[in-house]
Every structure is written in structure tokens, then in C-alpha cells.
Nanobody, 115 residues
Framework: QVQLVESGGGLVQPGGSLRLSCAVS????????IGWYRQAPGKERELVAT???????NYGDSVKGRFTISRDNAKNTLYLQMNSLKPEDAAVYYC?????????WGAGTQVTVSS
């Protein structure tokens, strides 16, 4: 079992920055990939960024060059640095961990981008 708790969401103006965190607990050693997804009202959940246990990263096209995913294994924490935020980045951001055939999701953190 893996538990994921997101934090760091909030209200930010367009062009601003936020850093999201995902605290990982439980069988974190079994995770082979972990990442961020987001879902805006009326839209499907979409990939934001993922990172594997060997550090390979993957980004959704809409966030490339603006968002950076990273992990601190000593703190069992995943991060998402979001810069140059746009109104269309507003969504609930979820942390997801893959462990073999199992997928674990956090409860999400709300990001609002508005002036």
C-alpha cells in the first residue's frame, strides 16, 4: 500500500508560480513511477508530468518548459514546480504512483489561476 498526500495548491495570478508537494508513505520502495495529473471542471484527467525511479521524466505538451517535476527520496516527497502559470492551468492536481500493477492516487490539491 502507498499513501499520497498533496499540498501547496492555492490561488495565484497569471504569470505566477506555485510549488506542489506530494508526501509519500507506505511501501514507497515499490514505486516504479510517480507523477502529477490534473483535472479541470468538465474535462478529462490529463498527464502533467511523471518521473521514474531512475529519474526519467515525461511532461504533458501544455506544460513543457514551464513545469518541473522532481523528487527528494530522503524526504519521500515529490514536487511540481509550476512557473508562468496560465488560467488554463487551473485544476485539481493529483499525485499518482505506480507500483507494479497497482496505481495509487492522492486526494488532490486545488490550483486556481486568476487575477
Amino acid at each position: 500500500q502507498v499513501q499520497l498526500v498533496e499540498s501547496g495548491g492555492g490561488l495565484v495570478q497569471p504569470g505566477g508560480s506555485l510549488r506542489l508537494s506530494c508526501a509519500v508513505s507506505g511501501s514507497s520502495f515499490s514505486i516504479n513511477a510517480i507523477g502529477w495529473y490534473r483535472q479541470a471542471p468538465g474535462k478529462e484527467r490529463e498527464l502533467v508530468a511523471t518521473i521514474t525511479n531512475i529519474g526519467t521524466t515525461n511532461y504533458g505538451d501544455s506544460v513543457k518548459g514551464r513545469f518541473t517535476i522532481s523528487r527528494d527520496n530522503a524526504k519521500n516527497t515529490l514536487y511540481l514546480q509550476m512557473n508562468s502559470l496560465k488560467p488554463e492551468d487551473a485544476a485539481v492536481y493529483y499525485c499518482k504512483a505506480n507500483s507494479g500493477v497497482f496505481h495509487y492516487w492522492g486526494a488532490g490539491t486545488q490550483v486556481t489561476v486568476s487575477s
